[in-house]
């Protein structure tokens, strides 16, 4: 386990870190349903080791940020990039990079920088992104808004993901208002309610409360909510968390009858009539079709599978591809290695291989490694020459091998 993930407690330590109670009492009386407020009194440690106005200097002056992993916005309206970006300059054929000196000038004019994808480019955060996917089942991702006092970044809106709002430095005014579209899909936008959206947030708020850093906020989708910086400059992370619904899961078991032919069967030509009897009869014939071919249990395993396997995991801890080389050509039996961190795998065996399924590549073992595969799946981390269920030198193939493959890692 990692350091920073080991703040929290074992049981789910980066989701225990947000909240500050327990994953049970998360799952039952906050997510999907309503929002939580965890303090940093309540909880005794803040997020500093993981973002900082440090780190906002940093990003912006040093790591040649390019567009779209950077945005600004202005009391609601998204900037032009040319108001904050320039050619990379001789050698750096590049129109899009952070210039920072107009940086500086649209954020004292009052605009909000906002850093997306620091789950990509920031390895602190990246490391508790892989940790709190893990802990939620859920892909997340990673953006920081750095909003001037006194200056509101966004129009009151909504979010199509859940999120965590973790304050990082200096204070943000925030201002909750319950959903006027409950559980809003990936394709329902806050735009698309515009109107009742501002008519909500007219009135009185479910919430309103200002964040110190430490403080975390967590907002199911759907909720409006909108914040005003206070005092000083005000650095946020938001943290936003993919949703799984029941209409993924019908979207899935209609992709899994897309294997019947009556189904892929072209309409007959009177179908297409809007309101007709041939129409009519088509729709009721399909859904009696769908509803013969749902109950079977050999869709429901099959549909289980596929909901797992096509949720998008968070990125595998990086390699150092140099330092991997070194350690390939200096392996020996007392080299110690582990599983990469965030990488996701299936592992099979058919009795003859073993395969470790990454998704869109497959790597094959003999059989013979199964129990050091699952071993080192688990999490443990092993020496190269004492892979268990191995002979010494088949042990040494088979960690050159995952090595190689960035599978595995130096421990």
């Known amino acids: 386990m990692t350091p920073h993930a080991q703040r929290g407690s074992g049981d789910r330590p980066a989701l225990s870190r947000l909240t500050g109670v327990s994953a049970e009492a998360f799952a039952e009386q906050h997510w999907g349903q309503r929002p939580l ?48 970006t320039s050619g990379g300059g ?29 789950h ?54 925030w201002t909750i208002h319950d959903p006027v579209h409950p559980d809003p899909l990936p394709g329902q936008p806050w735009s698309d309610h515009r109107d009742a959206v501002a008519e909500r947030a007219a009135g009185a708020p479910h919430l309103q409360q200002t964040l110190a850093p430490g403080d975390v906020l967590y907002l199911p989708r759907g909720w409006i909510h909108s914040a005003t910086a206070l005092g ?9 968390i993919s ?15 897309a294997g019947s032919a009556s189904l892929r069967r072209s309409l007959p030509l009177g179908a297409s009539e809007p309101g007709s009897d041939a129409a009519r009869d088509e729709v009721e014939a399909t859904i009696a079709e769908l509803t013969a071919g749902l109950a079977a249990p050999a869709l429901i395993d099959a549909v289980a599978t596929r909901l797992g396997a096509s949720r998008s995991p968070a990125r595998a801890a990086p390699i150092r591809p140099l330092a991997t080389i070194d350690a390939l050509g200096a392996l020996d039996a007392h080299t110690l290695l582990a599983w990469r961190p ?8 058919d009795g003859t291989d ?18 050091a595969l699952g071993a080192l799946h688990r999490g443990d981390a092993w020496e190269a020459g004492s892979l268990p269920g191995l002979d010494e030198a088949s042990s040494l193939v088979v960690a050159r091998r995952l090595l190689r493959e960035a599978i595995l890692v130096l421990a």
């Not at 000196?101 to 994808?117: F, I, M, P």
């Open 37 to 84: 407020l965890s303090t940093v009194a309540q909880r005794g440690e803040g997020f500093s080791d993981l973002f900082s106005l440090d780190a906002v200097d940093e990003l912006v002056a040093d790591r040649a940020v390019r567009t779209p992993f950077v945005r600004m916005a202005r009391e609601g309206a998204v900037l032009a990039p040319a108001r904050y």
């Open 90 to 118: 001789y050698g750096a054929e590049v129109a899009d990079q952070l210039d920072s000196a107009k940086v500086l000038s649209e954020l004292a004019d009052g605009s909000t920088l906002v850093l997306q994808g620091l």
């Open 120 to 173: 990509r480019t920031w390895p602190a955060l990246a490391e508790f992104i892989r940790q709190l996917d893990a802990d939620l089942g859920r892909s997340c991702q990673a953006n920081a808004y750095i909003t001037p006092a006194s200056s509101r970044g966004f129009d009151p809106h909504y979010d199509v993901h859940d999120v965590f709002v973790m304050q990082v430095h200096g204070e943000k005014a």
């Open 232 to 240: 000083g400059t005000s650095i946020h992370v938001t943290i936003g």
């Open 243 to 257: 949703s799984r619904t029941r209409y993924d899961v019908a979207r899935e078991l209609l992709a899994e009858l």
């Open 342 to 349: 965030g990488l996701q795998a299936r592992i099979a065996t």
């Open 354 to 371: 073993v395969r470790i399924e990454l998704g869109s590549t497959t790597v094959t073992l003999p059989a013979e490694a199964a129990e």
